[in-house]
């Protein structure tokens, strides 16, 4: 189990990937503390929505921004709350496993969003949540499957695992 925790290694490669990697969780925390600390406010909810829905009726859009009521606005805060929580653990304490767990979470999340979106029941401004949130599950998982390569001596040459090195 310990393996499984990824703990840096002192002084070897995966002391240098797992460093880069925890960049790339506190840095996924603070997008989604960005986008989902304001859907764990109230008024600012409220205040979003309706920019959503403003957005959506000025381009003409397809599918729909439904009104939302009391009950709907409370889910939207907790999920809100909930997820900035989830965020600054992230950012305070961005263990590795924390981004293996946050990308099954994603996908999770990038799921239900193509359903609808290619259901057609939503507003199609939802792609520009839908591909940053698979792009950061990509980028975790990927990374996690990476470091976990190099623990098994697994490790092979691979463009994107250059470009992880890199950041």
Not at 17 to 31: A, D
Not at 63 to 73: I, K, L, T
Request: charged letters at 10%.
């Amino acid at each position: 189990m310990a393996g499984f925790l990824l703990r840096p290694k002192e002084g070897g490669v995966s002391e240098v990937l797992v460093t880069r990697y925890q960049k790339i969780v506190r840095f996924s925390g603070i997008y989604d503390l960005a986008v989902t600390l304001p859907f764990a406010l109230p008024i600012v909810s409220v205040w979003m929505i309706d920019a959503f829905s403003s957005a959506h009726g000025y381009f003409g859009l397809s599918g729909e921004v439904p009104s939302f009521a009391g009950s709907h606005m409370l889910f939207v805060n907790l999920l809100g709350c909930i997820v900035s929580v989830w965020s600054v653990l992230r950012i305070l304490r961005p263990d590795p496993i924390f981004g293996l767990f946050d990308s099954f979470g994603r996908f999770s999340f990038a799921s239900w969003q193509l359903y609808y979106l290619l259901a057609g029941q939503v507003t199609p401004l939802l792609w520009a949540l839908f591909v940053p949130e698979l792009l950061w599950g990509i980028a975790q998982a990927y990374g996690y499957w990476l470091i976990r390569q190099q623990q098994k001596n697994h490790f092979t040459k691979c463009g994107v695992a250059d470009w992880l090195g890199a950041i």
